[in-house]
């Protein structure tokens, strides 16, 4: 399967440590982005990588969270400092820019609990 | 800025029954819309798309068209089946000017079909 693919699918951590995020985008896929979702709520944007370039942060993402994505190929997304606030679903997407539009897809997500 | 608002749910559906689910947009400029699905368990899966005024997107039986005099893209299926039970998320992909088409996503919708 040469889909997206994020790694840890569930974490659980207590409040105060430091936890990492990886994700593996389709291999020729040049944008990757990072949502999240909490519970009945839809995805909401983070971050954007074109290359290993970060051209957009949304302001969810707090000076705790940082993304990087060196070569751009996987990237990672850590959270400092994990507060309850931060318990939700974290999903990665890529895409390649189509004619009219640029379709994303999506990897499974992680699952991050805060206790 | 961009916003999306669907129909609340939950939806319960006996199976072979009509399925409408509304979804309304705010956006600057000429978005692309999208319905997405998500099945228990699984990631984000694009269903259909539409990218410009009187597009219809359609796939597996649903369908969508892009209104713009109503600012509409709602989701249609003559007949529904156990499989479609799932939930639902309209979204809208805009250029954002800082090089990203993020999508802006709605709520969601949790369908249920029973036999």
């Known amino acids: 399967d040469t889909g997206v693919s994020q790694d840890p699918r569930h974490k659980i951590t207590k409040r105060g440590q430091n936890v990492t995020f990886r994700c593996d985008p389709i291999s020729e896929h040049n944008r990757l982005y990072w949502y999240r979702q909490t519970l009945g709520q839809g995805p909401e944007f983070l971050t954007y990588f074109q290359n290993e370039a970060q051209l957009e942060k949304s302001r969810l993402l707090s000076d705790r969270f940082s993304a990087e994505r060196p070569k751009g190929s996987f990237s990672t997304l850590e959270i400092q400092r994990t507060e309850q606030g931060d318990s939700a679903m974290y999903l990665c997407a890529s895409g390649s820019v189509g004619t009219y539009y640029n379709e994303q897809f999506f990897g499974p997500g992680t699952r991050l609990t805060v206790l | 800025g961009d916003s999306v608002t669907q129909m609340e749910g939950p939806v319960t559906l006996s199976e072979e029954a009509f399925l409408t689910i509304n979804c309304t947009y705010t956006?600057?400029?000429?978005?692309?819309l999208f319905w997405y699905v998500q099945y228990p368990g699984e990631g984000l899966q694009l269903l259909l798309k539409?990218?410009?005024?009187?597009d219809k997107g359609s796939n597996k039986g649903f369908e969508a068209t892009y209104r713009k005099e109503t600012t509409s893209f709602h989701l249609e299926k003559g007949s529904v089946q156990v499989s479609d039970s799932a939930v639902y998320f309209c979204a809208l992909e805009a250029y954002s000017g800082a090089g990203s088409y993020q999508l802006t996503f709605g709520k969601g919708t949790k369908l249920s079909v029973i036999p």
């Open positions: 956006a600057t400029g000429y978005p692309s």
């Open positions: 539409a990218t410009k005024a009187d």
